[in-house]
């Protein structure tokens, strides 16, 4: 091989081994783009300078003692970072290039043109550093990338740029922080055909959970236009999570979340100025569409999964949508490098215990809290102002903000996704960061002293003040085996994947409510009769909120799919009992457009709750909602660990006409495995249970409302609290009689309430009565776990029983 062959290598004659000769960047490419083709994972074509030429250009232009002499004055201290990196960059860019090797990029330059159909091809011009997304560290972003590149003279400038880039401030500051020798690391430049992103849309995906590293999800974000926006946090872009095991299931749309990004502005190809790309802002159309329909996303998941398997690793990818041709292409894949190096023993858990006013929201990264003083820094030439320990508040970051984060206690950005800069960063340097707020450079100030938390779910909230927090170190190996299955309780969807390492035996209580007041916000009937509706502000409110969906019923079963879904997910094959709608009058009247459809009630706890709305004529249209919903999760996104519950069924008559409803509208016990439980939150279920066994698969006891209506207690009266007892002997009579029955009559039987949680030796007590199951919430799994385990102990030992 001679020199100039050397010195330029095409894509697909590199592996994923070459890293010493072309850097990560590259020989990635080069690995997709020979090996995974035949996987529908399409790479544009190009070719990669090595490390060797890099050398060649440093020595012919004498550059290697200017550099080091440069870096010893900054280990001196005669030099500022600053200083020093202008001094290095200016001598690189104007350097000369050698002839062979410039030759040799041209001529691989105009190959690529006629590979592509034309003379001079627009092209991607890459930094790909040879120490780069090692396991121990991520040199991501630390060098540079430039877009739509056309010509000789404009590429060869390019390359000089990027051979520059190899010292900017950022990247002598983060391989001195990781002990690399800066003259032992070389720049490979990969050139790449463009792909007409700039009329189409572009993003970035992950293979696993970005905030939880739960490892079945796709994690997808999306914008208009080049893909720089999104990478750098400068748009609040679209988000969609796909479930990967169902993907290769042939027929389903496992996709879980569909959440549509404000996308405000797109980068596209410059036509004149001194710039090849530039931003511009987007239409009301594009605004308010999503950049991908259903089919693009899973066949983009689909490429994410085949790189995943092919690498054995997760993973971070970049892809782009030829706006053109509607072809969607990946453009760079690396090791995702902080939740798969993660220690999946032990978790810590963050519980806030008193906060001031809410100030903000966003995107949450990480699952932290911190409180600090506020420092806004809107551009980076003021950077020298940032205090350390304080919460930095700014529009959006760069590589160039790197020094600054690491001092901070915690990250605010107006603009960005989960795969902003900011938050890739945060991810990596520990930090809690809330980004897209969309204004938090306006509504914060200098040295308010404010709370961070991420602890809540995909939602973070800047809070007023210093908030109280505990925080808890969950120790995986310590929980006990048991016999009895211990199950969880949830409701926000944003906050399920957090605890998808607990071994939990299933989703014992998924409470509907939560999705329908926190996501959809809608009474279901004030879409199913909109044109019926009185309240025009009412009317104003669900027109902006049903935004892009031609028919608002539909609104209503597509979100409240996809949020049980994403719950339904994290326990997925066990269990994931969903508890259908449960609201009280009162509460659903509180919905939007509510109130006309809901009767006043003097006692809305005894009232018109539970099964009786279901086949009602007046809710009866909003649970053919519901049903949709459900059937849309087993039947179409492929969750048939789907299990439907009824609750409060006061009767054996009531729950022949709730089932006959269900098999109306497509669910009907025991087609496709579907199972249908009955809430035991009523003397009448006791006293039948027999009867109501032979209707439904199981039962789950409502400790609260069973031991309301045993005692004739007010739950909720203050005055009347220390007669609330799960374990007085009346309720503990009714639980241990319901559990006996069911068994008798073949049923399965769990407890869904608070009480095993607030007293360990209920849990003992119902281990004695044989019950099935527990369902508790998540910080207290393992304490139940525990007392079970050692109430299983107990009743095993003959000792005991005696």
Not at 22 to 46: C, F, T, Y
Not at 79 to 107: K, N
Not at 207 to 236: M, S
Not at 504 to 510: I, S, T, Y
Request: one cysteine or more; glycine letters at 8%.
């Amino acid at each position: 091989m001679d020199q100039a062959v050397a010195q330029v290598i095409w894509f697909e004659d590199l592996r994923r081994e070459d890293v010493a000769s072309v850097g990560g960047k590259n020989a990635s490419l080069g690995e997709l783009l020979s090996q995974l083709d035949g996987h529908g994972v399409r790479v544009p074509p190009g070719f990669a300078t090595t490390a060797q030429a890099y050398w060649r250009y440093i020595d012919a232009n004498r550059l290697r003692d200017q550099i080091s002499a440069r870096l010893e004055d900054l280990a001196q201290g005669r030099l500022t970072l600053a200083e020093a990196g202008e001094a290095i960059r200016a001598a690189i860019v104007h350097g000369d290039w050698p002839t062979e090797l410039a030759q040799a990029v041209c001529a691989a330059y105009r190959t690529l043109g006629e590979r592509s159909g034309g003379a001079d091809a627009d092209v991607a011009v890459r930094s790909s550093a040879t120490a780069e997304d090692l396991p121990d560290a991520s040199f991501a972003g630390q060098q540079e990338t430039f877009l739509n590149v056309r010509g000789e003279r404009a590429l060869l400038d390019a390359c000089r740029r990027c051979y520059a880039s190899l010292f900017t401030d950022r990247a002598i500051a983060y391989r001195t922080a990781k002990g690399f020798d800066h003259l032992q690391v070389a720049l490979s430049i990969g050139v790449q055909r463009m792909v007409r992103s700039d009329l189409g849309g572009a993003g970035v995906m992950f293979t696993i959970d970005t905030e939880t590293g739960f490892d079945k999800i796709v994690l997808i974000n999306a914008a208009w236009g080049l893909g720089e926006n999104v990478v750098q946090g400068a748009v609040d872009p679209d988000e969609y999570e796909v479930f990967k095991p169902l993907l290769a299931e042939r027929g389903y749309s496992p996709i879980v979340g569909k959440k549509r990004g404000e996308k405000a502005r797109k980068m596209i190809y410059a036509k004149n100025g001194p710039h090849s790309t530039k931003n511009v802002p987007t239409s009301k159309a594009e605004r308010a569409a999503f950049v991908l329909d259903d089919a693009e996303i899973l066949s983009l998941s689909r490429s994410a999964c085949a790189i995943e398997a092919h690498y054995g690793q997760p993973m971070d990818i970049e892809w782009a949508k030829d706006g053109a041709t509607g072809e969607m292409f990946i453009v760079q894949a690396r090791p995702e490098t902080v939740q798969s190096r993660r220690e999946a023993s032990s978790v810590r858990n963050y519980r806030l215990r008193d906060a001031g006013r809410r100030l903000l929201r966003g995107v949450s990264v990480g699952e932290a809290i911190a409180a600090g003083a506020v420092c806004v820094i809107e551009h980076p030439s003021d950077m020298h102002r940032f205090v350390d320990g304080a919460v930095l508040v700014t529009p959006t970051t760069d590589p160039d903000w790197v020094p600054v984060m690491r001092r901070a206690a915690a990250i605010i950005t107006d603009h960005g996704g989960r795969t902003s800069h900011a938050a890739i960063v945060s991810r990596e340097l520990g930090l809690p960061a809330i980004v897209g707020t969309g204004n938090a450079t306006h509504l914060l100030h200098d040295e308010q002293e404010v709370t961070v938390s991420c602890a809540e779910g995909d939602e973070g909230f800047v809070y007023e003040g210093t908030a109280a927090f505990d925080v808890e170190e969950i120790d995986f190996r310590s929980i006990p085996q048991t016999r009895t299955h211990v199950m969880l309780n949830l409701a926000n969807p944003a906050a399920a994947s957090r605890w998808w390492r607990l071994p939990a035996d299933g989703v014992g209580l998924v409470r509907m409510e939560f999705v329908v007041s926190n996501d959809i916000k809608i009474h279901p009937m004030a879409l199913v009769r909109f044109d019926e509706l009185a309240d025009a502000t009412a009317k104003q409110r669900i027109e902006e909120l049903t935004a892009g969906y031609p028919d608002k019923a539909e609104y209503f079963v597509d979100r409240l799919a996809r949020g049980l879904g994403r719950i339904a997910a994290v326990q997925y094959p066990r269990p994931a009992i969903i508890r259908m709608s449960d609201f009280k009058t009162n509460e659903y009247a509180h919905l939007i457009g509510g109130q006309a459809f809901e009767p006043h009630e003097e006692n809305p706890m005894l009232g018109f709750r539970g099964a009786s709305r279901y086949y009602s004529p007046r809710y009866r249209e909003g649970f053919a909602l519901e049903c949709r919903a459900i059937r849309r999760l087993r039947e179409e996104m492929g969750l048939r660990n789907v299990v439907v519950m009824i609750p409060f069924c006061r009767t054996v008559c009531e729950a022949d006409q709730v089932l006959e409803v269900m098999a109306q509208n497509g669910l009907r016990r025991g087609q496709d495995g579907l199972q249908v439980y009955v809430m035991c939150e009523i003397p009448s279920n006791v006293i039948l249970a027999r009867q109501f066994a032979q209707r439904f698969d199981g039962f789950s006891i409502g400790s609260n409302d069973l031991t309301q209506l045993t005692l004739g207690v007010d739950r909720d009266s203050a005055e009347l609290a220390p007669l609330f007892d799960e374990q007085d002997e009346a309720v503990e009579w009714m639980i241990r009689r319901v559990i006996d029955d069911a068994h008798r009559a073949g049923a399965k039987v769990g407890l869904c309430g608070q009480a095993p949680s607030d007293h360990p030796e209920f849990a003992v007590f119902l281990v004695d009565c044989a019950i099935d199951s527990m369902s508790v919430s998540p910080d207290s799994f393992i304490a139940v776990k525990r007392a079970v385990a050692s109430a299983e102990a107990r009743v095993a030992s003959p000792a005991a029983t005696a």
